[in-house]
């Protein structure tokens, strides 16, 4: 009881048995925490899940069918090319850029984002020299003389509507549109419609996407309003890099989003359930109050 009280008279806590345990600088130490036991089939199911990931042995590079193919029709036609994400359609448009600038032609490459107009800027320019690259976006203009531009679709439209007015020409042979799959959004479709109709059939039009399921017929329609013909190239077969979904669970346990039926897996299902539960429960409780 003394103890006790000259403790609490000099308005100090009485020490807990149960302190932390301190180094050597009479410093608390901090409490680790005990990792998530792992079991058997989690182990066995996270080692399917990781397999394989990581960078691939350093093989000499080899064109697949459809990129020589798609290659081979610019010479003569524009190309829609249709392919599954990860496949190779930039190195297209790449090697196509390439030939263009040896021979001192002019480009145009259009995304429909910001953020990817400004990787294919640097990607660019670490390919073909950051003198030969401009950019041309809402945010940003830089080197805009170059004979290669990378711009957002709008910017290109933009471009389009002011050589018509002024009676002039737009300074490109080859313009590429990535993601050509957006002339199908509600809001902005608009957008890569006008640029192909605006586009004079003396420049060449390649058209990325991994998504145009009527690739023949969207083709047809190029064909329409351009007078210029318009090769469809598709690659077959799924996607090169498969993807992988996983879950992280409250106890930082990394299991697999899906389980081997192809459905959502058992232990996320079950955890979803009980936090409904527990939901309704607590909803319960507040009518009753």
């Not at 392919?83 to 263009?100: C, F, M, Y």
């Not at 003389?145 to 509507?161: M, S, Y």
């Amino acid at each position: 009881m003394r103890r006790s009280r000259r403790f609490h008279e000099r308005g100090e806590k009485r020490p807990s048995k149960r302190s932390r345990p301190r180094d050597q600088r009479g410093e608390q130490k901090p409490i680790r925490e005990k990792p998530p036991a792992i079991s058997g089939n989690h182990s066995r199911e996270l080692r399917e899940l990781l397999s394989g990931i990581g960078a691939p042995k350093p093989e000499p590079f080899k064109p697949d069918p459809f990129q020589l193919e798609a290659l081979a029709a610019l010479e003569f036609e524009d190309v829609l090319v249709t392919a599954p994400t990860g496949s190779g359609k930039t190195w297209i448009a790449r090697e196509e850029i390439r030939r263009l600038l040896d021979a001192g032609k002019r480009a145009w490459y259009t995304t429909p984002l910001k953020a990817l107009t400004n990787s294919k800027y640097y990607e660019f320019g670490e390919e073909f020299g950051a003198e030969r690259v401009g950019i041309l976006t809402g945010d940003r203009k830089e080197n805009s003389d170059a004979p290669l531009i990378v711009g957002t679709t709008e910017i290109f439209r933009n471009q389009l509507f002011d050589a018509l007015r002024g009676g002039e020409e737009v300074r490109a042979d080859l313009v590429v549109f990535d993601e050509a799959h957006y002339l199908a959004d509600e809001d902005r479709g608009h957008v890569w419609e006008e640029a192909i109709i605006l586009t004079p059939p003396r420049i060449r039009m390649l058209l990325l996407s991994a998504t145009i399921g009527n690739a023949r017929e969207f083709a047809t329609w190029i064909e329409e309003v351009r007078g210029v013909r318009c090769g469809v190239v598709t690659r077959p077969g799924n996607r090169p890099v498969p993807l992988r979904a996983a879950f992280i669970m409250p106890d930082k346990r990394l299991i697999p989003l899906l389980g081997p039926n192809g459905k959502l897996n058992r232990e996320i299902a079950a955890m979803i359930e009980q936090q409904d539960e527990t939901r309704r429960s607590g909803r319960d409780s507040f009518r009753r109050r």
